[in-house]
């Protein structure tokens, strides 16, 4: 703080010996004080009676003359004491001060951090496929979610054929009990081979257009791996680069932190001229 340099010069007072000074200087004012407090115009005596013969017990003041200068010496070691006290607080706010500096405080330019680009997504990929492709692929997916929720095993036609291929080996059923019994006949509505020859052409049709769309998924995978893999060196890359440029600034400003903290502990506190002759008595009376 540049108002808190009014304190100090090349010659002065170490923070230790300002604080000594105040001490002192607060030891005799405190003296001086008790002196005035005490002040008493008149003497007291003391006789018995029947005795002429008097005691002192206190003898009144006769010098008032230095009540003055006693007040201005106390004022003066009071404003000496102010001075150092202040000069001690701004001399810690300094060193703070130079301690808690950062890379502005010096003109270091610090580097931005590097952010990852975010990877494509499918429907990036997806989106830079002209009509045609696109329209394929959603066609793809479509129909092999259709065929597939369609022929796949606990789906109705995968069921339909279980249920003719199990009443080809049980084709008649009893239901219910004495003369209430029903007896159920099943009797195949196509050909078994019709039935299977449709089955395997409509696996062979999936399979097909799930071959088609598993290679459109696998190129959108390779972009997709392509693109997170030259991110991934390129985001390395520059963290590298940024790491070693805030490695030296940071080097540079823990130096610039250190001697300015330095400079800061090593401030001498003046004493201003007006406050010098109270500070030589202090000084004196220290010895």
Same mark, same amino acid.
């Given at each position: 703080?540049?108002?808190?340099?009014?304190?100090?010069?090349?010659? *002065?007072?170490?923070?230790?010996?300002?604080?000594?000074?105040?001490?002192?200087?607060?030891?005799?004012? +405190?003296?001086?004080?008790?002196?005035?407090?005490?002040?008493?115009?008149?003497?007291?005596?003391?006789?018995?009676?029947?005795?002429?013969?008097?005691?002192?017990?206190?003898? *009144?003041? @006769? $010098?008032?003359?230095?009540?003055?200068?006693?007040?201005?010496?106390?004022?003066?070691?009071?404003?000496?004491?102010?001075?150092?006290?202040?000069?001690?607080?701004?001399?810690?706010?300094?060193?703070?001060?130079?301690?808690?500096?950062?890379?502005?405080?010096? &003109?270091?330019?610090?580097?931005?951090?590097?952010?990852?680009?975010? !990877? /494509?997504?499918?429907? $990036?990929?997806?989106?830079?496929?002209?009509?045609?492709?696109?329209?394929?692929? !959603? !066609?793809?997916?479509?129909?092999?979610?259709?065929?597939?929720?369609?022929?796949?095993?606990?789906?109705?036609?995968?069921?339909?054929?279980?249920?003719?291929?199990?009443?080809?080996?049980?084709?008649?059923?009893?239901? &219910?009990?004495?003369? $209430? @019994?029903? %007896?159920?006949?099943?009797?195949?509505?196509?050909?078994?081979?019709?039935?299977?020859?449709?089955?395997?052409? /409509?696996?062979?049709?999936?399979? &097909?257009?799930?071959?088609?769309?598993?290679?459109?998924?696998?190129?959108?995978?390779?972009? /997709?791996? +392509?693109?997170?893999?030259?991110?991934?060196?390129?985001?390395?890359?520059?963290?590298? %680069?940024?790491?070693?440029?805030?490695?030296?600034?940071?080097?540079?400003?823990?130096?610039?932190?250190?001697?300015?903290?330095?400079?800061?502990?090593? /401030?001498?506190? @003046?004493?201003?001229?007006?406050? +010098?002759?109270?500070? $030589? +008595?202090?000084?004196?009376? *220290?010895?």
């Amino acid at each position: 703080m540049e108002k808190d340099k009014i304190f100090f010069a090349e010659s *002065g007072l170490t923070t230790t010996s300002a604080n000594y000074v105040a001490n002192l200087a607060k030891e005799h004012y +405190k003296g001086l004080e008790r002196e005035l407090f005490l002040i008493s115009l008149y003497s007291t005596s003391v006789s018995l009676l029947d005795s002429s013969e008097n005691k002192l017990l206190r003898e *009144g003041n @006769t $010098d008032i003359d230095s009540i003055e200068e006693k007040l201005q010496e106390i004022t003066a070691c009071k404003s000496l004491i102010a001075w150092l006290r202040e000069a001690i607080s701004a001399k810690t706010r300094l060193i703070n001060e130079a301690a808690a500096s950062s890379y502005g405080n010096y &003109g270091l330019e610090v580097p931005e951090c590097p952010i990852k680009e975010e !990877y /494509l997504s499918e429907d $990036d990929v997806v989106a830079t496929w002209n009509i045609k492709q696109r329209n394929r692929y !959603y !066609y793809l997916e479509a129909l092999c979610a259709t065929i597939g929720g369609y022929i796949h095993p606990g789906n109705p036609f995968a069921n339909a054929r279980d249920e003719f291929l199990k009443i080809l080996s049980q084709p008649n059923e009893l239901k &219910g009990n004495g003369r $209430d @019994t029903l %007896l159920y006949t099943y009797t195949p509505s196509i050909e078994p081979n019709k039935l299977e020859k449709v089955f395997m052409h /409509l696996q062979q049709v999936y399979r &097909g257009y799930q071959a088609e769309l598993n290679s459109l998924k696998h190129s959108i995978e390779e972009t /997709l791996n +392509k693109d997170k893999t030259e991110k991934n060196l390129k985001y390395q890359t520059e963290y590298n %680069l940024y790491k070693d440029i805030k490695a030296t600034v940071d080097a540079e400003l823990r130096t610039f932190v250190h001697e300015a903290t330095v400079s800061a502990q090593n /401030l001498k506190i @003046t004493i201003p001229d007006s406050l +010098k002759p109270i500070y $030589d +008595k202090i000084q004196k009376l *220290g010895k």
